[in-house]
């Protein structure tokens, strides 16, 4: 089955304390992209990449990595959260960047930083 | 810069009443258009798109769409709601057919149905 995941699925924790939110994917699509869902803000991209070992910032970037060294895989890293990084995180697929190309989601990962 | 707005963070219809979710968006150049829906404790799925080929797009669930240029809007509706139909919409453009263009999404609209 084709699909996007995401673990974990929750996650509560404390300032500072470095974290990893895992993405997978099996369509060996070439982008991928993280965003963050807060209410009344809709999605906000964090990062993206093109394909392997080519990434490059969203509209939110502070205080997240990312890193691509296999085109599957597409992990998110918080070096030292914070409260305003609580959120509703999701991974996304596509073959290509933009134009016509259908996202494909993730699960979504929520996150509790107390 | 693309935009979309999406008019009502909350719409409430009856079962079996007509669905209407509105979106504008604002391009300097013929964009392509999206309907995504998000279940509860889901991620998105695709609903429709629209990508030049028609005007009228019908999408999954009996949920279609009309670009309409003049007005630069991309309502999308479905004749009879259903209870499973409560969910986030969420309205999304991308500009330009190359690797260059980005996917922009309007802040969502939630669908309550009632009996």
Redesign the interface.
């Known amino acids: 089955e084709a699909q996007v995941t995401q673990n974990p699925r929750y996650l509560i924790t404390v300032t500072g304390k470095k974290l990893t939110v895992t993405c997978s994917q099996n369509m060996n699509h070439e982008y991928m992209s993280w965003y963050r869902q807060d209410p009344g803000l809709g999605l906000r991209q964090i990062y993206y990449s093109m394909n392997v070992e080519v990434t490059d910032k969203g509209d939110v970037p502070e205080g997240y990595k990312v890193s691509r060294k296999e085109k599957r895989n597409f992990p998110l890293i918080l070096e030292s959260p914070s409260p305003n990084q609580t959120s509703l995180y999701f991974c996304a697929s596509s073959l290509m960047r933009g134009g016509r190309h259908e996202q494909f989601f993730g699960p979504g990962t929520r996150l509790t930083v107390l | 810069a693309q935009s979309v707005t999406q008019l009502g963070?909350h719409v409430s219809v009856s079962e079996g009443a007509l669905v209407l979710l509105r979106c504008n968006y604002s391009s300097s150049v013929p964009p392509?258009l999206?309907w995504?829906v998000q279940y509860p404790?889901?991620?998105?799925?695709?609903l429709l798109?629209y990508?030049s080929a028609a005007t009228l797009v019908k999408g999954i669930n009996g949920f279609e769409a009309e670009f309409k240029k003049s007005e630069t809007s991309f309502h999308l509706t479905k004749p009879s709601a259903h209870m499973s139909d409560a969910a986030e919409y969420?309205c999304a453009v991308?500009v330009?057919?190359?690797?260059?263009?980005?996917?922009t999404?309007?802040?969502?609209t939630r669908l309550q149905v009632t009996l």
């Open positions: 963070s392509y999206f995504y404790n889901q991620g998105l799925q695709l798109k990508t969420f991308s330009g057919p190359g690797t260059a263009s980005k996917l999404f309007g802040t969502g």
